[in-house]
């Protein structure tokens, strides 16, 4: 994720939806009973297992396996990490078991703390809610050696973090927010015009390449075409990168396939993009137009469960696609600082509407005009 992002409208706080609820992706609830979450909702995201936790160079963390070697492919659908102190206790409500469990030194404390026995049948009472993975953290107690006694007899992968639990727990949530996203792949051009992004969608031949090139010689940045990996991430945008074959390549009709990367520079393209602004690209003669004159009208298109406001703009041969989509995208710069022009200009003439009709109506209580010139003639 790039930190260069502006803040978007495709927020929770503007969008209509704010969670991965589509493409087929069912999100279980968290606070789920322990051994209530069926194989069905681990096959509906994607996961990741112990054994690639402890081959993974991105993780930036050092883990080593203690014990459970027999469950090292079982299933990490959660990216968020549970520490366990209660269910140590015997409280096992809202234990997640895909979920990594965290022992931390407190944790551990509290089962040096025990007798023998007690901590033997704590722990198996533990791991027999068959759990995916459980990391152990910082310096080692003298119940280490028990509690991997008991996650051997269970199968369950059991680690250990020479850090201390904060660090741990603030690593693993970012290699499991990458790991874990909801995906879908579109098909589309996106691209990065003054740091707003811009997927440019629409019918084969419409002219969505050839307005990205136009856009690259105007100095803004592609990012992907034809295929737009999109994932999503917390708390509710998408991010938009190219498929690994494609990266950095433009096809347009006529020309081939271009390497923007090689012709323009590394300051021509970008590995990943928010998308801001979905632009529908349409045949001006099309029956699908449905363009707006005004831009009071919201149109939202909906990605990974999440509403990105969505613009149709009609093509036709001669009209200056790179402008409209450079102003499209200070416009939603615009918007997003807290002005918007179309509701602006309705309001001042909402406005006038009324003062007229409010002077009308003043008029028209007003009492006659008395005539007195009859009156004098009579005299």
Known sequence: MSDDDPPSRATPSSSRGAGPSAAGIEWTDDETFAGSIGPEAIRARPTVTARGLLGEPALDLSLSLMAGQGGLDRAIAHTRIQKSGLALAGHFHGI?????????????????????????????????????CVVLTGHLGHSAREIGTCAERAATPLLHSA???????????????????????????????????????????????????????????????????????????????????????????????????????????????????VVRLVDEASQELEADRLGLEERFHDILGVSIPELIV????????????????????????????????????????????LRRSDESAMPPPVDLSGSRRRR
Request: include cysteine.
């Open 96 to 132: 997640v078991p895909t979920r990594i469990q965290i022992l931390g030194q407190t944790e551990q404390s509290f089962l040096d703390s025990l007798d023998g026995a007690e901590r033997i049948e704590r722990m198996t009472a533990f791991f027999d809610l068959g759990l995916s």
């Open 163 to 277: 850090e201390r639990s904060s660090v741990t727990i603030t690593r693993l949530h970012a290699l499991l927010d990458e790991k874990l996203a909801p995906r879908q792949r579109l098909h589309g051009v996106l691209i990065d015009v003054f740091g707003v992004g811009l997927l440019l969608m629409g019918p084969s031949g419409v002219g969505k390449s050839e307005c990205a090139l136009d856009l690259v010689m105007r100095g803004h940045r592609l990012v992907a075409d034809d295929v737009v990996e999109c994932d999503f991430r917390p708390p509710g945008m998408i991010f938009g990168q190219p498929a690994k074959l494609l990266r950095h390549h433009l096809e347009v009709r006529g020309l081939g396939i271009l390497n923007i990367k090689d012709l323009f520079g590394v300051t021509a393209i970008r590995e990943r993009k928010r998308i801001d602004v």
């Open 314 to 357: 009609p093509v036709r041969p001669g009209r200056d696609m790179a402008s409209i989509l450079e102003v499209a995208a200070r416009n939603e710069l615009l918007k997003n600082a807290g002005h918007h022009a179309a509701r602006e200009l309705f309001g001042v003439i909402e406005r006038q509407i009324q003062q007229v009709e």
